[in-house]
C-alpha cells in the first residue's frame, strides 16, 4: 500500500521568499507523484508529476519538485514566493498496479505575507 | 465551459434525507472518481468507475452509493443523509490514453454539502 505524509498543515512565507512545501512517501513499488494545488472555492489542479522520466520535475507557476529515492521525499519548492500563489497544496502518490487510484496526503496550506 | 461540472454546488439537508449529487464530463476520459475532503484528512476516495459497467469501491463507501449512467455521467448518492457525512465533495475524471496508469486526475468546482 501507498502512502504519503506531507509535513506542516499551514506554512506561511513572505512574499518573494523561499517556498518549502514538505512530502514524504511510502511505496513497496516504483511510485507516481503528484502535486495539486486547490486555490479558494475551487477544485485541485495538477501542478506537477513525476513518472520516473527524470527526478527534477518542473511544473506550472515557476514550481519544481525533486524526487529523492533514497529519502523518499519530493519537496515543492519555489524560489521567490507570490501572493498568487496563497492556496492548499496537496502531494499524493499513486503506482502502476494502483490502477489509477490516486492517495492524496493531508494537505499543507500556504499563506503569503506582504 | 468547464470540463467538469457538478451540480449541485452547495446544499443543505436534513438528517435522514435522501440526497443525489451529479457529476457530468466533456472530456472523454472513460474513467470517473468521488472524493470527499474534509478539513485536515485531504481528499478520501468513495467509489470510482472505469467505465458504465465497472464500478468499485473507494476507502470510504459505506454509506454512499453511485451510478454511473453514461461514459459522461457519474452521480454520488446519499441514501440516508448523517451529520458526519458533511464535506466538500469532490469528482474527478481520468483517461488512460495511450496506455498510461497515472495520467492527471481532473477535478469538478466539488460540491459543499452541509447535513444538519
Known amino acids: 500500500a501507498q502512502s504519503v505524509t506531507q509535513l506542516g498543515s499551514h506554512v506561511s512565507v513572505s512574499e518573494g521568499a523561499l517556498v518549502l512545501l514538505r512530502c514524504n512517501y511510502s511505496?513497496?513499488?516504483?511510485?507516481?507523484l503528484f502535486w495539486y494545488v486547490q486555490y479558494p472555492n475551487q477544485g485541485l489542479q495538477l501542478l506537477l508529476k513525476y513518472t520516473s522520466a527524470a527526478t527534477l520535475v518542473k511544473g506550472i507557476n515557476g514550481f519544481e519538485a525533486e524526487f529523492k529515492k533514497s529519502e523518499t521525499s519530493f519537496h515543492l519548492t519555489k524560489p521567490s514566493a507570490h501572493m498568487s500563489d496563497a492556496a492548499e497544496y496537496f502531494c499524493?502518490?499513486?503506482?502502476?498496479?494502483?490502477?489509477?487510484?490516486?492517495?492524496f496526503g493531508s494537505g499543507t496550506r500556504l499563506s503569503i505575507r506582504p | 465551459d468547464a470540463d467538469v461540472t457538478q451540480t449541485p454546488r452547495n446544499r443543505i439537508t436534513k438528517t435522514g434525507k435522501r440526497i443525489m449529487l451529479e457529476c457530468s464530463q466533456t472530456?472523454?476520459?472513460?474513467?470517473m472518481y468521488w472524493y470527499r475532503q474534509d478539513p485536515g484528512l485531504g481528499l478520501r476516495l468513495i467509489y470510482y468507475?472505469?467505465?458504465?459497467?465497472?464500478?468499485n469501491k473507494g476507502e470510504i463507501s459505506d454509506g454512499y452509493s453511485v451510478s454511473r449512467q453514461a461514459q459522461a455521467k457519474f452521480s454520488l448518492s446519499l441514501e440516508s443523509a448523517i451529520p458526519n457525512q458533511t464535506a466538500l465533495y469532490f469528482c474527478?475524471?481520468?483517461?488512460?490514453?495511450?496506455?498510461?496508469?497515472?495520467?492527471?486526475?481532473?477535478f469538478g468546482p466539488g460540491t459543499r454539502l452541509t447535513v444538519l
Open positions: 511505496s513497496s513499488v516504483p511510485p507516481y
Open positions: 468507475s472505469f467505465d458504465v459497467k465497472d464500478i
Open positions: 474527478a475524471t481520468s483517461d488512460t490514453q495511450g496506455g498510461s496508469s497515472y495520467n492527471e486526475q481532473f
Open positions: 472530456k472523454g476520459h472513460d474513467r
Open positions: 499524493a502518490v499513486t503506482t502502476y498496479s494502483s490502477a489509477s487510484k490516486i492517495i
